[in-house]
């Protein structure tokens, strides 16, 4: 079984999704399969098939949170160098190319979120970054072509 490997926040979101999936949308899932129920005929009833479909969606992704969780292995960074790039680090690159400084936070693939800057240590660029330190000069071979990023600085 292969390990999720998630920062500590990472890890209490997930707590907290699984949670609220098991109290609350549990509830109003169920909720809403009883009243689509007292409207009739459940074969052409919109309502309760459509209540039931979510009821099975919630429920999968309960299974798929409670394994995740079951193989997880929280990196909290107290026992990696503070000046390598690895998951938890938070990492301002100068891009080469274009003088645009970057920040990023290495987390694992359940945390990604671009958006954020939370790049998974999974991706093309997170896989390029991991085990460096400052300064180095990090070459990424991505679908658009090829990154050069130079690490400025590494914290935690």
Not at 12 to 35: F, G, N
Not at 110 to 124: D, F, M, Q, R, Y
Not at 126 to 154: C, Q, S
Request: hydrophobic share 40%; net charge negative.
């Amino acid at each position: 079984m292969e390990r999720v490997y998630l920062t500590r926040a990472g890890y209490e979101r997930l707590v907290e999704e699984l949670e609220h999936l098991k109290t609350v949308k549990r509830k109003e899932i169920s909720a809403a399969i009883e009243h689509a129920r007292f409207l009739g005929d459940l074969k052409e009833n919109a309502e309760y098939h459509s209540a039931k479909d979510a009821m099975a969606r919630s429920e999968a992704r309960v299974s798929e949170l409670e394994d995740k969780l079951s193989r997880v292995e929280i990196i909290d960074g107290n026992d990696i160098d503070a000046d390598t790039a690895y998951i938890g680090a938070k990492l301002k690159v100068l891009d080469l190319d274009s003088d645009d400084e970057i920040e990023y936070t290495l987390v694992g693939q359940e945390e990604a979120n671009a958006v954020e800057g939370l790049i998974s240590v999974t991706s093309p660029v997170g896989k390029a970054l991991l085990g460096h330190k400052e300064g180095d000069i990090v070459k990424i071979d991505v679908p658009a072509g090829i990154l050069e990023y130079k690490i400025i600085k590494i914290s935690r």
